[in-house]
């Protein structure tokens, strides 16, 4: 495309590399920030800047953090003794989007997946190791991929705890509410009749 | 969504603002910016900042500009005595990126829309009317949006123009080429029949 601007081009450029906005997105959403409020484009600067230099990571849990600490561990209402694994920051926030769960997290940084170098090294297995001897932890519910290469990484850890006495559990698998019979997957309405739930009359 | 951290918060919130771009996309893009290299933000937050506080508008055309005056109206190689006239810049970029105009623009800032409260002295009419005169434009090809504000903008430029000595053309309204016959809806085939060009044969 040929600008009629180098600051748009430029900006073009630099706002097209962020995942899914193409070059024409781009112009979009530049030409708007253009013809809006100045302080529109000052402020949206200054929350990413401000955002990727103060952004931590919890030394507990590895979840994205403001300080060292992030608010769930630090929080002393949230259950203690059990641990929620989650690939990465996206699973806490879905899950605590359920407002079901009370304990705490930890994120493992991805999955094992030899096809893209990820090792057990490369992930948080052996802080959730210690984690666990340390807090006293009591259940561990997994929530990772429905891939092979989570099943994987379920099979390492749960191994690794073998010797202690860790209750190990996974989010169940099954059709979803309000899904439709004929619209499921054979693997997972095969798996939602083994692991079939008992009806519980009230 | 309870996010683990304010900053992220922020950052969702100031991107969330930009058009066609929701809480979830916006997340997506903040947790993609907190992984990628530090440089990239920095980058992207410069691009936005300098564009914002760099950005002209040419005192000619009335298109985005890094200058006074934009890089086509400066240009000597661009035919002069023409203009086409578009709403926005947006205009310009489809029509330069065809590759078959060489003459010069002027950019109205919109159409008159009642509704929308735009009327003419919201447009940059005034100075299409002076350009006509001091620069001897010849002809003027109106590229508008085919709506009955653009015809209604079309018609009030056209006799604003009734005593000067400039033809005024419209771009060609009609079946797109590759398109078929049995998609392209009445009113558009219509006109492509009435307004049917002679075969030209090569």
Redesign the interface.
């Known amino acids: ?8 081009e ?2 073009v ?3 097209s ?5 193409g070059k024409k ?1 781009a ?8 013809k809006a409020n ?1 302080t ?16 931590r990571y919890c030394k507990h849990c590895h ?4 300080k060292d600490v ?3 561990c630090e929080n002393p209402k949230r259950q203690s003794g059990i641990l929620c694994v989650v690939e ?3 699973g ?2 879905a899950i ?2 359920t407002n079901q769960y009370f304990g705490k997290y930890h994120v493992l940084g991805g999955v094992i997946s030899p096809i893209d170098g990820v090792g057990p090294s490369e992930l948080n297995i052996t802080s959730l190791v210690e984690r666990v001897e340390k807090e006293e932890v009591k259940e561990i519910i997994f929530a990772l991929s429905s891939t092979m290469e989570g099943d994987t990484t379920v099979h390492y850890i749960a191994k690794k705890l073998q010797n202690q006495d860790v209750k190990i559990t996974s989010i169940a698998r099954g059709v979803p509410i309000g899904g439709e019979l004929e619209y499921a997957d054979e693997l997972t309405l095969g798996r939602s009749i083994l692991t079939r739930t008992v009806y519980n009359q009230q």
């Not at 979840?63 to 403001?66: G, M, P, T």
């Open positions: 495309m040929n600008f009629p601007s180098k600051l748009v430029d900006a450029y630099e706002v590399k962020l995942p899914g906005i997105s112009l979009r959403l530049v030409l708007h920030l253009i100045p529109q484009t000052k402020e949206l600067a200054k929350a990413l800047t401000t955002l990727r230099e103060g952004i979840s994205i953090a403001d992030c608010n769930i990465d920051t996206k806490i926030l605590e989007a």
